[in-house]
């Protein structure tokens, strides 16, 4: 009875120590630098080393680059891609396409340029030396338009509704 006993209690330590082993860390406890741990539905957990990743993907074509801080309150890269209807300052409204390879093209002149992600806005820049920044403003979004030679950080020569006609709001 005695190592019955001293059997049973051996198998339950040894049962604790793996289930110890096996354990996520504490909630409290940091991982490890220059990785990043992925936690699913089902509570397990995956490490990847930063090192080994190019980017991380999001549904609706957004993603996040080695550098880049990801931020929700910000609209993703994905959300400026399509045809945007603006204003052109003067009551009336063309057109910005922006394309998933940094293309865009301006309907208004039909001119031709290039566009970035930055900072939660799309910043156009035009053949024509003029430049376009579509930015979120509350709850919409709003087109400013500076004249060549001006920066983003200049005031803007205009400022006009902004709205993506390629896909529903997200």
């Known amino acids: 009875m005695r190592n019955l006993l001293r059997i049973s209690v051996f198998a339950e330590l040894f049962c604790l120590a793996v289930s110890i082993a096996y354990a996520a860390p504490p909630a409290g406890q940091k991982n490890a630098p220059g990785t990043i741990v992925i936690v699913f539905k089902d509570g397990h957990r995956q490490s990847f080393n930063l090192s080994e990743i190019d980017r991380v993907e999001f549904g609706g074509g957004s993603y996040v680059t080695q550098g880049e801080e990801f931020n929700s309150s910000q609209p ?3 959300r400026f ?3 945007w209807e603006v204003g052109d300052g003067g009551g009336h409204t063309f057109y910005i396409t922006l394309n998933e390879d940094g293309g865009a093209y301006r309907s208004l002149g039909g001119v031709h340029g290039h566009w970035v992600y930055t900072e939660g806005e799309a910043r156009v820049t035009w053949d024509d030396g003029a430049q376009d920044a579509i930015r979120k403003a509350g709850s919409q ?3 400013f338009a500076y004249s060549a030679g001006k ?4 005031d803007p020569d205009n400022v006009t509704a902004a709205r993506n006609t390629s896909r ?3």
Not at 151 to 154: A, E, I, Q, Y
């Open 168 to 170: 529903p709001p997200v």
């Open 151 to 154: 920066r983003f950080t200049d």
């Open 81 to 83: 891609l399509g045809k």
């Open 141 to 143: 979004y709003l087109k």
């Open 76 to 78: 993703s890269r994905g």
